[in-house]
């Protein structure tokens, strides 16, 4: 099973994107490419894909139908120069500093109210109906790819703090309200709902 840490190692860039049944997308890096093999899986703005073609500063993926409709990549589109949150796959022995994370996106939050905070960046998100009774204040999230702490929780609403080492080294300095951010739950989170609901009904 692949899996992944939400710490952004490096920003990319969409260099192409072609249509063929499904989407292929090149993405520029500042990864080693040498030492990223094909078929690597990396998270892209927190969605695993595959390597399927590679240069020195640059790699290619597929991206399924499936994939683009359950992501924002179908909600705001990949054009060419849209910045990317890239992380590689965690490796046996690496350091685990944020959450565990899977690199398959539950749905599409949306960015309902930004501002400034001190030196932070307040965000509201409005989720998912499905999807907001598994964020809780506290508690991990994965948006973009970016392993991130939730402050508080109202109905489908929650809001994150983003600090500015964050904004710096990821994407979210680029954030503006009404963007499509890519949602990921927390594991654990999924868990425990379940076993909460198994027990309710006296399984």
Not at 187 to 203: C, D, K, Q
Request: charged share 20%; aromatic share 4%.
């Amino acid at each position: 099973m692949t899996m992944f840490t939400g710490i952004i190692t490096d920003i990319g860039t969409v260099r192409a994107v072609e249509m063929r049944g499904d989407m292929r997308a090149r993405i520029g890096c500042g990864y080693d490419m040498a030492g990223v093999e094909m078929g690597a899986s990396v998270a892209c703005d927190g969605v695993c894909l595959t390597v399927v073609a590679k240069g020195d500063d640059w790699f290619d993926v597929d991206i399924s139908a499936e994939t683009i409709s359950k992501s924002n990549i179908g909600a705001n589109g990949w054009s060419v120069g849209r910045r990317l949150n890239l992380e590689r796959a965690l490796k046996v022995g690496d350091e685990l500093g944020g959450h565990i994370v899977s690199g398959h996106v539950d749905g599409v939050a949306r960015i309902v109210g930004a501002r400034d905070e001190g030196g932070s960046l307040r965000l509201t998100f409005e989720a998912p109906p499905g999807l907001a009774r598994f964020i809780a204040p506290k508690g991990s999230v994965a948006l973009n790819g970016t392993s991130l702490t939730v402050n508080e929780v109202d109905g489908t609403r929650f809001g994150i703090n983003l600090i500015p080492h964050t904004q710096q080294v990821t994407t979210w300095g680029d954030a503006q309200e009404g963007d499509a951010v890519n949602l990921e739950i927390d594991t654990l989170a999924r868990y425990v709902a379940r076993l909460a609901e198994a027990g309710a009904a006296g399984i």
